[in-house]
C-alpha cells in the first residue's frame, strides 16, 4: 500500500471515529511524507519531542516552506 493511500484511510477512520463520538471535526486537506535514513532517527525524534516549544518560536508554514526549498522542491 502506497502511504499516501494509507494516510488517506487513516484520516478516513479516524474522522468516522470522532463522528461517532459526537465530535464535530474537519482535518487540514492533503499530506506530506518524507523519508528519512535510520542514521537521522535520534534527530527526528527529538524534533517530534520539542516540537510544541519549536513551534512557538516557528510556525509550521515557515517550516516546511523552509524544509522544501532545502530539497529544492521550492523557491
Known amino acids: ?37 535510520p542514521s537521522m532517527l535520534p534527530t527526528i525524534t527529538a524534533h517530534i519531542e520539542n516540537q510544541k516549544e519549536h513551534h512557538r518560536r516557528r510556525t509550521f508554514e515557515d517550516e516546511f516552506l523552509t524544509l522544501l526549498r532545502e530539497i529544492g522542491r521550492f523557491n
Not at 1 to 23: D, F
Open 1 to 37: 500500500m502506497r502511504i499516501a493511500e494509507a494516510v488517506q484511510k487513516i484520516k478516513a477512520n479516524s474522522s468516522h471515529w470522532l463522528g461517532e463520538q459526537g465530535v464535530q471535526f474537519e482535518g487540514q486537506k492533503g499530506s506530506g511524507e518524507f523519508s528519512v535514513s
